[in-house]
Nanobody, 122 residues
Framework: QVQLVESGGGLVQAGGSLRLSCAASGRTFSAYAMGWFCQAPGKEREFVAS????????YYTNSVKGRFTISRHNAKNTVYLQMNDLKPEDTAVYYC???????????????WGQGTQVTVSS
């Protein structure tokens, strides 16, 4: 089992920044690819970004390219999502996810966190 706990969400004005963190415990963090997803009210959960086990490969959904950066620190068992130039449409609950491979993260992650709320005011 892997337990994932997100933090760093909050209320920010449009154009501002937030850094989300996801701390992992349980099985070896460095054995998992990681991802971030978001779910806005009334919408389905959708992919935001992912990072490979080594950190050398990253993927982003088009709407966040150039604004968000995913990174990981394996020694701290933590994955981050740096969110810059935030827009009201980024408002959502953001979830951290883990999977044995990037493909698993992109399709059916093995583990999910409980989510952290991000609200961007205009």
């Amino acid at each position: 089992q892997v337990q994932l706990v997100e933090s760093g969400g909050g209320l920010v004005q449009a154009g501002g920044s937030l850094r989300l963190s996801c701390a992992a415990s349980g099985r070896t963090f460095s054995a998992y690819a990681m991802g971030w997803f978001c779910q806005a009210p009334g919408k389905e959960r959708e992919f935001v970004a992912s990072i490979s086990i080594s950190g050398g490969v990253t993927y982003y959904t088009n709407s966040v390219k150039g604004r968000f950066t995913i990174s990981r620190h394996n020694a701290k068992n933590t994955v981050y999502l740096q969110m810059n130039d935030l827009k009201p449409e980024d408002t959502a609950v953001y979830y951290c996810a883990a999977g044995s491979t990037l493909q698993v993260v992109h399709t059916t992650p093995d583990y999910w966190g409980q989510g952290t709320q991000v609200t961007v005011s205009s």
